[in-house]
């Protein structure tokens, strides 16, 4: 591991002013923030994360989960993911995001694991993990041997010439559904992106993940509150009955009325470059009675535009199965 | 920037970027001269020599690191340790001892739960962590729970009968 200096942040304000240091908030950053470390820890071993400083950011006191006066749940950027998912708020409300947690990782990483830190996780790629391969994500410009190489595991929609790694995170899938909006201080005050627009797609950049700048700190995120009636669940399919990434995951969220679809929202995991929303997929559920055949066509504009690689073919008929069996497991 | 807290002072070595803390582990403060990149796990095993926690992947991947901290189960070899500072630090050796076993160490004695040992301490630090935690009560509840900890020997029933046999164990006492 790289030498670094590792500093606590005693305030919010002091954080901001440490990641400002760094020239940028996405791959090769020289300052990175501290959470759970179960990424960029692991990472740091690698070599693939590289920072010369790492700040951290466990006592801040950004650990609260509770329900704001507006309704909306606040989830506090360190609050541990076993917290969160054990949450009788989110036990209640939330049902696909509970779920969608604990589908992840292992107890003790979600011990761990930070809200903050899972939205901001790294593919699981291989090639991006080995320093001994070209990696445009690690090392733009270096080229993509997962397009022609090993790529089952990897993405067949929002992929680019350059990258088709992978986002591996459940939570952030979930989220997806529940309207989230990450709060993030920065060094020109607080803002809030909405988290349908927080990641972005690799195109030429592939090392570009996502809207942090320098300095941003992610400081809680909040989700919506459920409509009266409205049921969810999180279906994900894998290689193991536990602990693994997915091969595809959907969360699903539906209310219905007089036997017709009143609201549906779904997202997809483990076939995206980043969690996968498509709110035309959605409208076009509202007012139908659920049958197959409706969430199928809805599975299909979902996944309009999936390009499949070498071995990641199975990938599209499996979403498709995913969704119908996810929907129908709330609605029958 | 502040330095670490009061515990946690920057010695004026500028070749290594030594730091001296105090961790608390097994109920005892430790003062240790540490570089920052140490994981917890090298910290308990090579500085304190407290070498019942194992290193398996090193990458929060096998799980026979598992130690408690702040009464929680987390990989050791994700945990930097300059970073724990103030935290209760839990390994095997503060669970029990020869002649004074744990509950859970005296089950997996009985139960046969290992062939060769190595990712034995991380299943016993995981299996009371889980004494705490809302597992249901069927052995596959407790195999979900246990995912984390890897076994190559594959002492898998052994281990969920030692597991649920304390589990029974403890509840009824």
């Known amino acids: ?32 923030f501290l959470a759970g470390g179960t990424t960029l820890v692991d990472l740091m071993k690698l070599g693939v994360e590289r920072p010369g400083r790492v700040v951290d950011i466990n006592r801040l006191g950004l650990d609260d ?17 076993s917290d969160l998912a054990h949450h009788p708020l989110v036990r209640g409300s939330y049902s696909a995001l509970s779920q969608a947690i604990l589908a992840g990782a292992s107890t003790q990483l979600r011990n761990a694991a930070t809200t903050a830190g899972n939205l901001l996780q790294r593919t699981r790629c291989m090639y991006f993990r080995d320093l001994a391969s070209a990696c445009n994500k690690r090392a733009p410009g270096s080229g993509c041997p997962a397009i022609a190489g090993t790529n089952r595991m990897l993405a067949i929609l929002g992929t680019s010439k350059a990258c088709i790694a992978t986002n591996p995170s459940d939570m952030a899938v979930a989220m997806m559904v529940y309207d989230a909006v990450v709060h993030i201080q920065g060094v020109a005050g607080d803002r809030q992106i909405p988290l349908m627009d927080f990641y972005v797609l690799p195109g030429e950049r592939p090392d570009i993940e996502n809207v942090l700048e320098p300095g941003d700190l992610v400081t809680h995120v909040t989700l919506s509150s459920p409509s009266t009636g409205e049921r969810s669940t999180y279906l994900k399919l894998r290689d193991r009955a536990s602990y693994e990434f997915a091969l595809v995951s959907a969360a699903v969220a539906i209310t219905l009325a007089n036997g017709a679809i009143a609201s549906a929202r779904f997202a997809l995991g483990g076939i995206g470059t980043r969690p996968w929303r498509v709110t035309e997929a959605e409208r076009a559920l509202v007012g139908q009675a659920p049958s ?41 | 920037m502040t330095d670490l ?7 004026d070595d500028p070749g290594y970027g030594r730091l001296t803390v105090t961790l608390k582990v097994n109920g005892q403060e430790r003062e240790v001269l540490i570089d920052p990149r140490m994981t917890l796990l090298d910290c308990l095993r090579e ?48 669970l029990g ?59 898998y029933p052994n281990i969920v009968k030692a597991i649920q046999r304390a589990r029974r164990a403890l509840r009824g006492s």
């Open chain 2, 5 to 11: 807290g009061e515990n946690i002072v920057a010695t």
């Open chain 2, 97 to 155: 001892v020869p002649g004074r076993l744990h509950p859970m160490q005296a089950a997996f004695l009985e139960n046969d739960a290992y062939q060769c040992g190595y990712c034995t301490s991380g299943q016993i630090m995981s299996a009371v962590a889980l004494l705490r935690e809302p597992c249901g009560m069927s052995d596959d509840d407790v195999r979900e729970f246990m995912s984390g900890n890897i076994c190559r020997c594959g002492a």
């Open chain 1, 65 to 81: 989960i509770h329900k704001q006066a507006n309704g909306d749940l606040f989830i506090g950027a360190t609050a541990r993911n």
């Open chain 1, 292 to 332: 197959d055949k409706v969430f199928r066509n809805a599975a299909e504009i979902c996944l309009r535009g999936a390009r499949p690689q070498g071995q990641n073919g199975f990938k599209i008929e499996l979403a498709r199965r995913c969704i119908v069996h996810a929907f129908k497991q709330i609605t029958q």
């Open chain 2, 47 to 94: 500085v304190l020599r407290l070498i019942g926690t194992k290193k398996g992947c090193d990458h929060g991947q096998c799980g026979a690191c598992t130690i408690h901290i702040n009464g929680r189960r987390v990989n050791s070899c994700l945990a930097l340790a300059a970073a724990h500072v103030g935290d209760e630090i839990v390994t095997i050796e503060g």
């Open chain 1, 1 to 32: 591991m790289q030498p670094f200096d590792l500093v606590r942040a005693p305030d919010q304000r002091t954080a901001v002013a440490e990641g400002a240091a760094s020239h940028t908030a996405q791959q090769g950053a020289s300052v990175r």
